[in-house]
């Protein structure tokens, strides 16, 4: 809604502190912790966006993991479920360079604004 108006949020201190609390409360709520920040960023140069999503989430990904794992909420039943995601991740990580050619050719806002939308809509639709 707020990219329908063209409303312009500035990447700003304040402006990231916000996107990274609502995205903690969407992705504790519903496992969508990125299209708060990814709304941030919706602006930025491909290459940007993908490394900062890149980086928030593997950074989320390793704080989540260590946190379970300090709580003991982590058994190794879980771990070896989460070895299935291996081939998505290779399939991912393969088809990222081409799918890179093609969005940096000035469609890297849309595909961030589809994609939080479809996340979002899933979510709570």
Known sequence: ???ARTVAVPR???TLAVAGAVSGVTGAAASIGGPPIALV???ATGPRIRATLAMYFTA???LSLGALAAGGELPPRALLAGLLFVPFVLAG???AGPL???LDRGRTRAAV???AAL???RAFG
């Open 119 to 121: 996340l979002i809509f």
């Open 100 to 102: 890179r050619r093609y």
């Open 41 to 43: 960023h919706r602006h």
């Open 12 to 14: 700003t201190p304040r």
């Open 113 to 115: 604004l589809v994609t």
């Open 1 to 3: 809604m707020l990219t």
């Open 93 to 95: 990580y393969a088809a």
């Open 60 to 62: 989320g990904a390793v």
